[in-house]
């Protein structure tokens, strides 16, 4: 009997060795399983935090672009302010001018520029045909637009008066003074400048000063037949012509410069 207990006893350990070896490449798989899956979490927890890195760098980014943008759209700001004043300055001067001249020449007797920025009288009103110095009845009626455009000036510090001289485009007959229309037409805008200047010397209710110290609120250029209005449908020449012969009064701003123009002064 102790002979078969003690080969019982032998018998055993093979089979526990076999179960132990077992157990433990059980353990060991389940650790380099466990050590893979560890692998994975700690490259999936890396590449997370890297991609967090990365959205908060963007962010940033986005970040420090928006407020560029907004500094940059309060600059704009600032600049369109700075444009739009002058501007509203001018059209605010526009609408006073009409306002002064109906109440001064009466309703329909002068024509908006084609720019709406100005008058135009008919050269016949200041001057006779083909003549350079303003007629008597012209002295009148620049009086007239001299005491409307006072209070414009008075009220829009930078505001300038450009005076258009325009002629048809029928040359000169041979023998006149002036080489051609451009020429004729300069010095005409130079003769109403010059009666504006006459008046600011004058007394009492005659006078009127556009100037106000500053010789570039007035100013003269001659175009002659270079800048033809508009030929209405139907319009006979004979009237196209005439409307053409004008004088024109255009608004500005101060700043702005006309000195690209040879014939400006």
């Not at 001018?97 to 009466?106: I, P, V």
């Not at 414009?152 to 029928?170: A, C, M, N, P, S």
Request: aromatic share 6%.
């Amino acid at each position: 009997m102790k002979f078969r207990s003690r080969r019982s006893e032998m018998d055993i350990w093979p089979i526990m060795a076999d179960l132990f070896s077992g157990l433990m490449l059980a353990m060991l798989v389940l650790l380099l399983v466990e050590s893979g899956e560890l692998t994975e979490t700690k490259a999936s927890l890396a590449k997370a935090l890297a991609d967090s890195e990365a959205a908060r760098t963007r962010a940033q980014t986005c970040n420090t672009g928006l407020t560029q943008a907004q500094q940059q759209v309060k600059k704009t700001e600032v600049k369109l302010e700075e444009c739009s004043g002058p501007v509203r300055g001018l059209q605010e001067a526009v609408k006073l001018a009409k306002t002064e001249l109906e109440r001064q020449l009466g309703v329909g007797k002068i024509r908006e520029t084609e720019s709406k920025l100005g008058f135009t009288i008919d050269s016949e009103q200041l001057f006779d045909s083909g003549k350079m110095d303003v007629k008597p009845e012209g002295q009148t009626e620049l009086r007239k637009i001299c005491k409307a455009m006072e209070p414009v000036f008075l009220k829009h510090d930078r505001i300038q008066l450009i005076i258009e001289g325009h002629t048809d485009d029928v040359p000169l007959s041979g023998g006149h003074f002036c080489a051609d229309n451009h020429e004729l037409s300069w010095f005409r805008a130079r003769a109403i400048r010059a009666q504006f200047l006459a008046f600011r010397d004058q007394f009492g209710d005659d006078k009127c000063d556009l100037l106000r110290g500053n010789e570039r609120r007035v100013v003269a250029v001659g175009y002659g037949d270079a800048r033809p209005l508009s030929r209405l449908q139907g319009q006979s020449d004979d009237d196209y012509r005439r409307k053409n012969r004008r004088a024109e009064f255009r608004l500005d701003k101060l700043e702005e410069s006309i000195a690209g123009n040879p014939a400006a002064h």
